[in-house]
Structures are given as structure tokens and as C-alpha cells.
């Protein structure tokens, strides 16, 4: 009977061979895809900060809606129009505002005001949606990719025990032929 076996040599070059794949896969792909989901939660945090640094315009424009029912109903209360520097900065601090053109504040002019304040407000609100969906989607992509990244290292390590148990084949074999 013919027994059959193969060379340790090719045993040796083919575990050889695992580990060089093993540290190839390391060193490109899974160090590529690591790079990749670490810039998914740098740009989550960017939009968080983007979110929150929005949320204080929301708010600041709040302020500033406040200030001006406040400023009218001193104006109204007093039956005097409020003082031309201080009608002129709340104007100024008005003017990003879209449909804000002012030639006074009044009481008559309050609805279209208001309006402005709520639209540019909405616009604020729905930039805040869309960077929170946005960062949904980047979390979803990370899980995804977090997965695949955790496939690589489990087959990488695989590989490389396979590598390293055919390599000691090797001295398994001498010990056989010393025995011999």
C-alpha cells in the first residue's frame, strides 16, 4: 500500500503563504475599513456639534421675537414711539431675517414680523432634521461596516492559525522521520 503525503516544504510555503495574506488583510483591508468608519463617527460629531450650534439660533432668534413684543409693548403702554437709535439697532439686528424690511415697529407690523421669525426658524428646524437623519444613516453604515471589519479579523485570524499549524507540520514531520 502506497501511502501518500506531501512535502513539507510545500506545507511550509503555503502556511507561509496564509500569514502573508493574514497581514495583507490586516494592513490594507481592514486598516482601510477602520479608517473609513472612523471618519463615519468624526462626521457624526460634526453634525452634532452643527446641530447643537443650530439649536442656538433657534433660540437666539426666540430672543430676539421676545425682545421685540417686549420693545412694541413698552412702545404701546407708553403711547410713544420707542427712540430712533434703539428702533434703528433692533432693525439692524432684524435685517438677516427674510421679509424683515421695517419701517417702524408697531403693533401692525408684528404679524408680518412674527412670520419671519417663524419661517427662518422652520428653515433652522429642517436643517436640524436632515443632520439627524443624515446621522442615523452614518450610524447604520459604522453597524455595517463595525460587521465587516469584524468578518476580516475573524478570517484573518483563521488564516494565520491555519498558517502557523501547517508551518509546524514542519516539525511535526522531522519528529515523524527522526522516529523513522
Known amino acids: 500500500m502506497r501511502k501518500w503525503s506531501v512535502p513539507t516544504w ?15 488583510m490586516t494592513n490594507v483591508y481592514i486598516d482601510g475599513a477602520t479608517v473609513d468608519a472612523n471618519q463615519l463617527v468624526q462626521q457624526q460629531n460634526n453634525n452634532e456639534k452643527l446641530i447643537s450650534l443650530t439649536w442656538q439660533q433657534i433660540e437666539g432668534i426666540e430672543r430676539k421675537r421676545e425682545l421685540v413684543l417686549n420693545l412694541v409693548s413698552i412702545s404701546e403702554l407708553n403711547n410713544a414711539p420707542l427712540p430712533v437709535p434703539v428702533e434703528q439697532e433692533i432693525q439692524d439686528q432684524l435685517a438677516p431675517l427674510h421679509n424683515a424690511a421695517l419701517s417702524g415697529l408697531a403693533t401692525d407690523k408684528l404679524p408680518g414680523l412674527m412670520a419671519a421669525f ?31 471589519i469584524s468578518g476580516l479579523r475573524n478570517l484573518a485570524l483563521f488564516l494565520q492559525i491555519i498558517g502557523l499549524a501547517l508551518i509546524l507540520a514542519r516539525d511535526l514531520s522531522r519528529r515523524q522521520d527522526v522516529s523513522r
Do not use: C, F, W
Request: aromatic share 4%; glycine share 4%; charged share 15%.
Open 10 to 24: 510545500i506545507l511550509v510555503a503555503t502556511g507561509l503563504l496564509l500569514n502573508i495574506v493574514s497581514a495583507l
Open 118 to 148: 417663524n419661517t427662518e426658524q422652520e428653515g433652522y428646524r429642517e436643517k436640524i432634521n436632515q443632520l439627524y437623519i443624515d446621522n442615523l444613516s452614518m450610524a447604520e453604515k459604522h453597524t455595517q461596516l463595525m460587521t465587516h
